[in-house]
């Protein structure tokens, strides 16, 4: 698990992307003024998207008001933008706070939104531990950006 063992400046993946600016290299789509919208390096399925306070802070009940605020209008645009890209029959879309509830980071809180397809799951992921995806990480990247900007 990248996340797990990858070790990171300031022990943060989130605060280490905003450093560098927006490209497929960082994977962040979209900047807001209190939260940012970037794909997932390893996703569950293309178009994995993760919406992330700017703020490093652990817990949803932590944030000011207009970052909630900002958080779900950029959940809301996201589940529009992946609609017109990918056209998936369903989402997942959800937080993970704290390690044992199976956080990656869980210093700093972020949410997933997951496209999802009627049987999206298959074989490999079950019994080989790996996830098949139909297009690289860099083609996901420049198809959202591209809709997300129009």
């Avoid at 390690?99 to 019994?127: C, E, K, L, Q, Y």
Wanted: hydrophobic share 40%.
């Amino acid at each position: 698990n990248y996340i797990m063992s990858h070790e990171h400046k300031d022990g943060c993946i989130f605060c280490d992307a905003l450093q560098s600016p927006d490209n497929p290299e960082n994977l962040i789509v979209y900047r807001g003024e209190k939260s940012f919208v970037i794909l997932n390096r390893y996703p569950y399925t293309n178009g994995h998207l993760m919406v992330v306070p700017i703020a490093h802070i652990p817990s949803i009940e932590l944030l000011e008001q207009e970052t909630c605020i900002e958080l779900m209008q950029l959940i809301t645009t996201s589940i529009k933008v992946l609609r017109s890209v990918y056209t998936p029959e369903g989402f997942n879309v959800g937080t993970n706070i704290g390690d044992v509830a199976g956080a990656g980071v869980a210093s700093h809180v972020h949410f997933h939104i997951v496209p999802r397809w009627a049987g999206d799951t298959n074989f490999m992921t079950t019994t080989g531990m790996v996830r098949v995806l139909p297009e690289e990480l860099c083609q996901t990247y420049e198809r959202i950006v591209k809709a997300w900007n129009s």
